[in-house]
Every structure is written in structure tokens, then in C-alpha cells.
């Protein structure tokens, strides 16, 4: 299932926030290194594969830092925040 949030994420500082139960049931837990990835210099993936181009550990208050070389190539700088329970994974896409 596929849930559109009404939340989202502007590129400023490189923060995104994951909150607790979205952390629980992708079994997400601080200190976990998780992938970030970008399409087409649009689409930020995040799940839990280490294939993926960039590594980030979670904070302890569950944050998660998008590098900055990432936050670079992006086209956009304001995104909705997309859940993917069946792949475990949170998409950024374009507002």
C-alpha cells in the first residue's frame, strides 16, 4: 500500500525527521545505517538496503541527514513525503 502523507520536506538544511511509527514498522531503530538514493534528480528513496548510493545512520531522535552532495543534484526544493509500507521504503517526491 502506498500512503500519500500531507507532510513535506524542504531541502533547506538536509534534515528529515522520521517519526516513531513509521521507525517501528519499517523496524527502523537509531543508529541503524539505512541507503538513500535519487532518480532522475528528483525522487529521493530511503529504505533499509546498503546497495543504495548513499549511507546515513539515524539519530537517536530518529533524523536522518540527506548529504549534502545529494541535496545538490536536486532539481526541487520542496517534496511530499510518500510511504511504501509493501517495500519498506519512504519516497520524496516533488511538490
Known sequence: MVIYTNKVYENKKGYLYIPV???EEF???NGLEIGIDCYHNSILVIDKSL???FKQIISNKGYLTIPYALRQKL???TFQIIIEQKD??????PK
Not at 88 to 93: C, H, N, S
Open 27 to 29: 523496524n527502523i531503530h
Open 21 to 23: 511509527i513509521w521507525r
Open 75 to 77: 532539481i526541487c526544493n
Open 88 to 93: 519498506e521504503r519512504i519516497l520524496l517526491a
Open 51 to 53: 546497495k543504495r548510493e
